[in-house]
Each structure stands twice: as C-alpha cells, then as structure tokens.
C-alpha cells in the first residue's frame, strides 16, 4: 500500500480563480462614478468597511423606507447581446421606484455583483449604469460588494442585487388609506419591458426566431435596444408632483402588472376601473402579445404593459396633476378611476 505526499507547489488565490489584483483595478474604476453621486448626508465614500449617511436635517419625525430587488432574467439577454451598460440602471430604478412609492426620497444605494470570473471591462460597464441610476434617481452610490465565485457561475455570466434606502416625513408617508370612490387613476408612461417578464420574452425572441420574423426595429429603435431599454426612474419628476399636489398612492408596476400591483395600494372595499383604450399599445407590447399569443388580460398581468407607475388623486387634483407631470417630462394618460368594489376583480380593464 502506497502513499503519496502532498504536491509542494503553491498555489496562490489567483490559481483558485480569484484576482484580487482585477478586483482592485474595478474598484478604482468605480470610485469616480460613485464621486458623480454623492449628495447631502454622505459621510465616507466607497472602500470602507460599512457606509455611512446621515439622514437630512431638513427632516423632522424622519421615517427609513427600503426596498432590495435584482433585474431578473433580463441579464440572460444582457449576456447573450453583450449588453451591460443599461441593466445597472434596472437595477436602482426596480429598487427607488418601489422606495418612491411610499412618498420616500431615495438617499442612498448599494449594489451586489456576483461572478464567477471576474472581467473588469464588464462589471465596470454595469457600475457605470448603477451609478447613472443614482444619478438620475438623486441618491448616492455609497457602497456594495463585488463577489467572485469560481465554479458558481458560467463563464461571461453574473448576477445583480441592489438595496435602496430613503425617508420620508412621519405625516406624508403615502399608504394608500385615503383613497376613495371618486379619485382618478393617472398612468405615466413606461420606457417599455422594464425588468419584468422577461421570462416570456425570451420565449417570444425564440419563437420569432425560429420563425425567421425577428423585427429589425420596435418603436422607432433596434430590435435589441428597444427589448433592452432601462427601467424609467420616476423619482425627481414624482417628488416634485407630490411637493405640488394632493396625490393619494403611487404604483410602482413590476411583476404581475397592472392587475397585481394596484390592488397593493387599495384600501378595503374599492377597486380600480381602468379603460382599455385610454393609453396606447407601443410596437414592442403589441408585438409582444402577438407572438405570445396571449390576451389583454395576460398582458395586463404579465408586463407594465406601458404603465410603469400609477398616481392615485382626487378627481378635482387630476388634470392639475397631470399637467405638472406632463411639463416635468412623463406622459401621462388618465387611465381610470376608483369605485367600489362589487362582485368583480380588484382591478378591471373595460
């Protein structure tokens, strides 16, 4: 019976398959970005053991509102594309919507990056939309983590978490609870997909592909940018509407769509009356549909269906509402109204 003695070559952390030395370069890359974010309350930037932000002065019963998402199977199509600049955008607008719908303003962010190997040029192209996010949204990139995993995930491929935190006045959080038979449902426009359903979108791509009837162009933009457009960031042009007007509840819609996603905001009793027809089917939804197959009821729960967030306000604030939106930058459509609920669906689309 034979022994053998253990190999006397070393073997360093880079042979395991992690470089510490690309993981340094990244977060190099990364701290200017971050510089391009930083707002009133930040207290140390990137590379400390734990962030830190100190809530505004200008608050005075401050309450923390978070919300944590990722960007779902959407980074299939990133990888398979090689499209990495927008899905960090994704990433802070799936979180600060959900925050902004509270009546919260996002302060700040942190993002997870996970891979297997990692490419410098790749996660820093994701960073760079992270950080564009932020940008837009008015919080602060102040942290996150870079993890990676050999043996964890295929090559080229990674996934994403983000983490938001904002605060709101004690006396303006936004619950829903006022809301009443009577108010007006307002839908501002989405920039199309957004991060949700992308688990039937892929289908769809595969079906048309093998069908050879893949479109060149959807809404006026290559096929790929348009699936890929970034989630909208409704966060500046929304806090200013609220700061002006007696908005009631917000939707923030995400997964299970219009159909799902207001009934959240509803108190007891009412339900939510949209009309069909009231705001129009972009290319890329009716496209959509058509290669799914599948009806308006499926498409009103499935995507945003053009939707990406709902403003609930009495009839009288309406148009007043809308105008101020409007010259803001969104498009928005008057899709509804509340009425008491009967013997149907918390949300119906006639």
């Known amino acids: 019976m034979s022994s053998s003695a253990p190999s006397s070559t070393p073997i360093s952390y880079k042979d395991a ?4 030395v690309a993981g340094d370069a990244l977060v190099e890359r990364i701290k200017p970005l971050a510089k391009k974010t930083m707002r009133e309350g930040v207290m140390a930037g990137i590379g400390g053991f734990g962030a830190l932000f100190e809530v505004p002065k200008r608050y005075k019963e401050p309450v923390l509102v978070s919300g944590t998402d990722g960007v779902g199977t959407k980074l ?3 990888f398979e594309w090689n499209m990495h600049d927008t899905v960090g955008i994704d990433l802070v607008a799936m979180s ?14 942190l993002d997870y990056f996970a891979c297997g190997k990692l490419d410098v040029d790749t996660a820093a192209a994701v960073v760079g939309g992270i950080a564009r996010g932020c940008e837009l949204s008015g919080c602060a990139l102040i942290g996150g983590e870079t993890a990676e995993m050999p043996g ?24 829903g609870q006022s809301v009443a038979a ?58 200013a509407a609220l700061e002006q007007h007696p908005i009631k509840a917000l939707a923030h819609i995400t997964g299970g769509g219009l159909l799902e996603n207001i009934p959240r905001v509803l108190p007891e009793g009412l339900a939510a009356h949209l009309d069909a027809g009231s705001w129009p089917q972009t290319e890329l939804f009716a496209w959509l549909q058509k290669t799914a197959g599948i009806d308006a009821v499926e498409m009103n ?24 939106l409007a010259k803001l930058g969104e498009t928005v459509h008057t899709i ?3 009425a008491a609920r009967g013997e149907g669906e918390p949300v119906e689309v006639r």
């Open 17 to 20: 398959g992690v470089d510490i």
């Open 76 to 78: 299939k199509l990133a």
């Open 96 to 109: 600060v919507n959900d925050v902004l719908v509270q009546g919260a303003e996002p302060l700040f962010f």
């Open 152 to 175: 964890m995930y295929p090559a080229g491929e990674y996934d994403l978490a983000g983490f938001a935190v904002g605060a709101v006045e004690k006396s303006k959080i936004l619950t």
């Open 182 to 239: 009577g108010d007006v449902v307002l839908g501002l426009a989405s920039a199309g997909v957004h991060s949700n359903g992308f688990s039937l979108v892929r289908k769809c791509i595969e079906r048309a592909e093998a069908q050879g009837s893949l479109p060149e162009s959807l809404d006026g933009k290559p096929f790929k940018q348009a699936i890929m457009e970034p989630t909208r960031l409704y966060v500046k042009n929304v806090l």
């Open 301 to 324: 729960r499935t995507f945003n269906n053009g939707i990406g967030m709902v403003v609930v306000v009495p009839a009288e604030a309406a148009e007043a509402t809308a105008a101020t």
């Open 336 to 338: 509804g109204r509340i």
